[in-house]
């Protein structure tokens, strides 16, 4: 007899695996990649380390699954900025106006995902979540190339400059100390913004306009960057 989960063990056993991806989350977000360990991620998720085990074979696997686990939240959240503004160049803006705002709002855990050194290879992932934010990015630019807002330009490349730009600045080794002032965020995130949308074409005063208008970006997710 073949046994079947009901679906209220599927659910548990969906919510254990939340809680130890939150866990490693937060261990990230709180002392960097190092700190994902499977012995105080267990304790964290108030579980045993053989069941974090059960659910990641490896801390590699573990890793690996929490840069995608952060990568379609924030992924997520950039569809959803650009599906609500009014046109293509607006869409543009809001996307790169989430990314910069994900980035500052958990710079710690944004290093971690994309560069921090650890210990085990999760290369594949890294790249697997850049290449998505990356893509989503080049649709945004391509629907305005299409609708005449910018010129004609490889829109991969275009969104992979961006999405490297985005990130040396606000969370490489060469991001200014002022980010770490919460004070100084939006600006950081309007400054960011603009200059990508000069780099795509925009043209100065447009590009100020939009800036402004993406800027509705609630506040309150910068809170604790």
């Known amino acids: 007899m073949v046994y079947r989960r009901t679906h209220q063990v599927v659910k548990r056993l969906a919510a254990r695996r939340s809680a130890i991806l939150a866990a490693a989350r937060d261990a990230a977000a709180e002392s960097g990649m190092a700190a994902v360990q499977i012995a105080p991620v267990a304790v964290r998720a108030n579980v045993a380390a053989g069941t974090v085990y059960r659910y990641f074979p490896s801390k590699a696997d573990l890793i690996s699954e929490l840069i995608a686990d952060v990568s379609r939240d924030e992924l997520a959240a950039i569809r959803r900025a650009a599906d609500a503004a009014p046109g293509p160049s607006s869409a543009l803006a809001a996307a790169v106006s989430t990314v910069a705002v994900h980035v500052l709002s ?5 290093w971690g995902i994309l560069a921090e050194p650890v210990d085990v290879d999760v290369t594949e992932s890294r790249l697997a979540s850049r290449r998505e934010i990356a893509g989503e990015i080049a649709i ?3 629907a305005a190339v299409r609708a005449g807002h ?6 991969q490349l275009a969104a992979t400059a961006l999405l490297g730009a985005l990130h040396e600045s606000l969370v490489g080794p060469l991001a200014p100390d002022h980010l770490d002032d919460p004070a100084k965020l939006r600006d950081a995130v309007q400054s960011v913004t603009l200059l990508a949308l000069r780099a795509v074409g925009v043209m100065d005063a ?3 306009g939009l800036v402004v208008q993406a800027a509705a970006v609630p506040a309150k997710a910068l809170v604790g960057a």
């Open 150 to 155: 910018l010129p004609a330009q490889d829109t």
């Open 140 to 142: 945004r630019i391509d």
């Open 106 to 110: 958990q710079r710690k855990l944004s």
């Open 206 to 208: 447009r590009a100020r």
